[in-house]
């Protein structure tokens, strides 16, 4: 047995769980699966503690364990609005086979090219096109790399998404109609146009987080505040991707230690480099 300061693998694995399965696989009524149904059970004959619930994966299959031997269990099924019921399934299945309308939406699935970090956080936006200008029908964030937007009227859409030091990525023409009602919406963060990066420093040289911000000084008003800025890494490391070639101001701020600002010139598929010394 391992001392309480003796390093263990035993950390990095979840504990077994105990008792039987029931698993299988959702999809739509063409047949191609759904992802992120979520599938909750409880035991048949009115048991008040559900289980925790799960999600279909990729491929639609999902597993819910810990059960009880020998038992049966309520499985209740919700994907958006969508909801079905199967009752009374004995534990030990292994091959449940479960059908669901697809919802009408939007499947956003943000990505980043092979060696980028992901955005902490995902920013959406999405406009519809209407006969006097652009409908805005939903704004928001999230800490995922896929989100189902719900309830999307039929129509011609612009989605647009930001996050991290990534500028907005644009998709046009993104229809939903009830012939296709759920489609999918690839939005690929890279480093395109130029870049800067750098350190933000103390009055002694010393590493110091702040909030920076950026603004084109050659075209004034080029984006909205609210995407420009963002906190640099706890050691005063930031780095800004994809500016269109330009003239920028770049700022950082400490409550502590006060402005700093400079004036940088961006290059198409180039990276600058600056200091930012506070105080």
């Keep these: 047995m391992s001392s309480p300061d003796t390093p263990s693998d035993d950390l990095d694995r979840p504990p077994e769980v105990e008792g039987e399965i029931i698993s299988g696989c959702v999809s739509d009524f063409q047949g191609e699966p759904l992802v992120g ?43 958006g609005t969508v909801k079905a019921k199967v009752l009374a399934v004995p534990t030990g299945t292994d091959q449940l086979k479960v059908k669901l309308a697809r919802p009408q939406g939007i499947l956003l699935v ?24 652009p409908v805005r029908e939903y704004f928001g964030r999230t800490l995922r ?31 939903v109609t009830e012939a296709q009602p759920a489609p999918e919406v690839e939005i690929l963060f890279g480093p395109l146009g130029g870049s800067v990066g750098g350190e933000v420093v103390d009055g002694s040289g010393h590493a110091c987080p702040a909030l920076l911000s950026w603004r084109r000084v050659d075209k004034p008003g080029h984006a909205p505040l609210h995407m420009t800025t963002f906190p640099s890494t706890p050691h005063g490391d ?25 004036e940088v010139d961006v290059v198409e598929e180039q990276a600058a480099s600056i200091t930012l010394a506070l105080g």
């Excluded at 943000?110 to 200008?133: C, F, N, Q, S, Y």
């Excluded at 991707?241 to 400079?262: H, M, V």
């Design 110 to 133: 943000a990505k980043t090219e092979p060696g980028l970090a992901p955005p902490p956080v995902i920013h959406v936006v999405l406009d519809r096109t209407g006969p006097k200008g």
């Design 145 to 175: 790399s896929r989100l189902m937007l719900w309830s999307i009227r039929p129509g011609s859409y612009t989605v647009t998404v930001w996050g991290g030091s990534y500028l907005p990525v644009q998709a046009h023409g993104v229809i």
């Design 37 to 79: 149904v979520r599938v909750e059970a409880a035991e048949s004959g009115g048991a008040d503690l559900d289980l925790l619930p799960v999600l279909t994966d990729g491929r639609g299959d999902f597993a819910v364990e810990g059960l009880i031997p020998g038992g049966r269990y309520d499985l209740r099924f919700q994907l």
């Design 238 to 262: 930031f780095l800004l991707r994809g500016l269109p070639a330009g003239r920028y101001r770049i700022s950082a701020w400490s409550e502590e230690k006060g402005l700093a600002d400079t």
